[in-house]
């Protein structure tokens, strides 16, 4: 099967957010924001594979458009945590940049889908 690029991204986004909120927890000791920034970095890669057995066009839509909104909130919750210094700059531009890309990814995703029906 041919790889698909916001399946690849999604699960390597989920990988590196799991990684982020063990060393929150560790070592900056944070928990609040850190459980937020887990369940929805991670839930964007589980919606992107859901869309990919989706019942109808209409679900496949839905279900990519929830995850978009995850890859939103995600954003948020990076941004709130690295304005709170527990993210240098470089980490932070460096999960930006992925989560921003999804974003995109997931944009277009959704606008393309829904111009074809």
Do not use: P
């Amino acid at each position: 099967m041919k790889d698909n690029i916001i399946i690849s991204k999604t699960e390597s986004f989920a990988d590196r957010i799991v990684k982020v909120y063990k060393y929150l927890k560790t070592v900056k000791n944070e928990y609040r924001m850190s459980d937020q920034l887990l369940r929805c970095g991670t839930s964007i890669g589980a919606l992107v594979k859901e869309s990919q057995f989706a019942q109808s066009t209409a679900d496949f839509i839905n279900k990519n458009y929830i995850a978009l909104k995850e890859a939103n909130e995600a954003s948020y919750w990076i941004d709130r945590l690295h304005n709170g210094d527990y993210f240098t700059d470089a980490e932070f531009k460096s999960l930006s940049k992925d989560v921003n890309e999804i974003i995109a990814i997931l944009i277009s995703i959704v606008k393309t889908t829904k111009e074809k029906i």
